[in-house]
């Protein structure tokens, strides 16, 4: 978040250094370092077992950490029980406490701070509001849908102004469409409100489009990190191109070198490569990772300078787009998507079709 | 029909318990109330002794006080063996479980009389705190109310634990740890949101172990030292040694519409169905 804007004046910065979380023999987070801008919107993304949820849960205070430091602001918060952090929270499950009524969940943590009730309805009020929920105050969360326990929830995170708001997969329960408009709403009170938001999700599509920084995690490790589209567009290691959307993997021998692009041999056809930043580096073996919407498909050989014949296996149409599945002769099955209403191609299986990519499209990756 | 021929099916099932649910406590109950407006001579003149014994009064409110007493102390020790109980690792539970269904199978005249051999005046208890210089004379532990709650409470505690157990097993610990993330202490944590969420299975310990102090005769008459009597033993006296069996079986006809009575008034502010498991 750039400087000026209410979130680099409010939020707390925090940072985690080589952090480690041990169970018996087994890293669950593996010397883990970290730093959270002041404000900004951080996912921590991964697959189950990556320890995204065991980084939340020390951040939050309910994991002890086997090795490393957090830091809030430069103040070491390591052994800090979680009541004294001044975190927000928002559960996988909200965790509403079933006993209370919406207004009551909501001024439980201003209660435990000392505040009664009277003096908290204003700021109770609010926080409702903020979340689209004025008119259910004095419901049960039994009486409440999913998407609406999920707004009480983060209502009752926010409403005591916590220095970082939590969420551990808060979208997951949700059905499809309603995530979608929780994503719009959650970024849009990340904005207003100026909080660092830390959120863990396994959903690459929630983390790609609320996020200001990624942080993709694998084995306890990081994979790599950095802004949404950067991520996307460079990825690293083929984990991360294929964790982060979808992509084909190109397995191939270097065969020339240019000031900065190759030629490699992948199944018997040279194509061309643009160099990566190490590109003096590159040797031998090499795996190059292709977006499936990267791909040029025509009925003709298209003039890129990658072309490579197939036949179509298997197509999907999704209204917006049809998702392909090519038989090639030199590189086996490759994806290929195309927006649905301009395709060139006549989607029925058994057709026979040319793939196109320029040398720019494509990136290399590493295979850890 | 199809309906008529399944109904009939239906009330053949259950016919076995229904029938001995007639046999057994309900021609019985029926029978208890009869004698209790006949015997002596025909008529409400037994039920008037509760209004107007002093004696009665007496029994009455030594029962409710000490059943009370036994309740309140029966819950909170229960609530701490169950509260240990859902939160030590598999095998310790297990562990704990056996020995609460030990004692539990114990008899409680055994019971009663290792209670006496423990609290009397030259007990074990006694000697130990007089060895050790804590007291110079004995402490008045059995023959009397302080005896009788302790012989009680130890015989209670299981059908306090296992209804508290069975509830508070459920609670999901992310609400404790909400109430942890938002700000709240370990204390604040399980007032606020643990103790209310265990409300269920506090009441119907609090029932369980109410109703059966009721009914309570034989650890009161031991570890009493006949001082104390309880409307229970005062019935058992009614019933087999002064053979006023019109007095009896009005106590006993009373003491069970105190407890319809009781969970009436209980059920007014619960749901007693889910307090006793069925949703």
């Given amino acids: ?368 | 029909m199809g309906g008529s021929s399944q109904q009939f099916r239906y009330w053949m099932l259950i016919l076995p318990a229904v029938a001995l649910m007639l046999i057994f406590y309900v021609f019985p109950l029926i029978q208890v109330l009869w004698i209790s407006v006949t015997e002596p001579v025909p008529g409400l003149g037994n039920y008037e002794e509760l209004f107007t014994s002093d004696f009665l009064h007496k029994i009455w409110w030594t029962t409710a006080r000490i059943c009370l007493l036994t309740t309140a102390l029966t819950v909170v020790l229960g609530y701490v063996v169950a509260f240990a109980m859902a939160h030590v690792e598999r095998q310790q539970m297990t562990m704990m479980m056996f020995c609460i269904l030990l004692t539990f199978w114990l008899s409680v005249l055994v019971r009663a009389f290792a209670w006496v051999m423990l609290l009397r005046t030259q007990g074990t208890i006694n000697e130990f705190l007089q060895f050790i210089g804590l007291i110079d004379r004995p402490l008045r532990l059995a023959r009397n109310e302080i005896g009788v709650v302790i012989g009680m409470v130890h015989f209670m505690l299981p059908l306090a634990i296992l209804p508290i157990y069975a509830n508070i097993r459920t609670i999901d610990a992310k609400y404790v740890s909400a109430a942890r993330g938002l700000g709240g202490s370990a204390i604040q944590a399980f007032l606020w949101v643990y103790l209310p969420l265990s409300r269920p299975g506090i009441i119907a310990a609090c029932m369980l172990v109410f109703v059966f102090s009721l009914g309570f005769f034989i650890t009161p008459a031991i570890l009493g030292g006949g001082k104390v009597v309880m409307i229970s033993e005062y019935i058992r006296v009614a019933f087999e040694e002064t053979l006023l069996w019109g007095k009896a079986t009005m106590l006993s006809s009373s003491l069970l519409f105190g407890v319809f009575l009781l969970l009436a008034i209980v059920g007014r502010f619960v749901d007693l169905r889910r307090v006793f498991g069925s949703s």
């Fill in chain 1, 1 to 368: 978040m750039p400087e000026g804007t209410p979130g680099a004046r409010s939020g707390h910065a925090l940072s985690l250094r080589n952090l480690s979380k041990y169970y018996g023999a087994t890293a669950a987070v593996d010397g883990v370092d970290l730093d959270v801008p002041r404000g900004s919107f951080l996912t921590l993304l991964g697959p189950s077992g990556s320890g995204k949820t065991t980084i939340l849960m020390a951040i939050a205070g309910f994991v002890e950490p086997s090795g490393g430091s957090i830091l809030l602001d430069d103040k070491d918060i390591t052994r800090l029980p979680p009541d004294k952090r001044n975190f927000g929270m928002v559960f996988q499950g909200y965790a509403l406490f079933p006993h209370m009524t919406v207004a009551d969940n909501i001024w439980f943590p201003l209660k435990v701070r000392g505040v009664s009730k009277a003096d908290a309805s204003t700021k109770i009020k609010n926080a409702l509001e903020l979340v689209q929920m004025g008119h259910l105050a004095e419901r049960f969360p039994s009486q409440l849908s999913g998407g609406q326990q999920q707004r009480v929830a983060l209502a009752r995170a926010i409403v005591f102004e916590p220095d970082l708001l939590l969420l551990d997969e808060p979208l997951s329960a949700l059905d499809k469409k309603l995530r979608a408009d929780l994503q719009w709403e959650l970024k849009s009170l990340h904005q207003r409100l100026g909080t660092t938001f830390i959120y863990v999700t396994h959903d690459q599509e929630e983390a790609l489009s609320m996020s200001d920084n990624i942080v993709i995690l694998r084995d306890g490790q990081i994979e790599q990190e950095g802004v949404p589209g950067d991520l996307y567009e460079k990825p690293a290691t083929k984990f991360v191109a294929d964790f982060l959307g979808k992509s084909n993997f190109l397995q191939g021998k270097l065969a020339t070198k240019q000031a900065d692009t190759f030629a490699y041999v992948c199944g018997g056809q040279t194509l061309v490569q643009k160099g990566a930043p190490d590109h003096a580096k590159v040797t031998g073996d090499i795996l190059i990772a292709l977006r499936p919407e990267k791909i040029t498909l025509t009925p003709q050989r298209p003039s890129t300078t990658n072309a490579v014949a197939g036949r179509i296996t298997a197509f999907n149409y999704y209204g917006s787009a049809y998702h392909f599945q090519v038989g090639t002769e030199a590189m086996g099955e490759l994806i290929a998507t195309a927006p649905a209403w301009t395709c060139a191609v006549e989607p029925s299986i058994g057709n026979e079709i040319w793939l196109g990519w320029e040398p720019d499209a494509s990136v290399v990756v590493r295979d850890r």
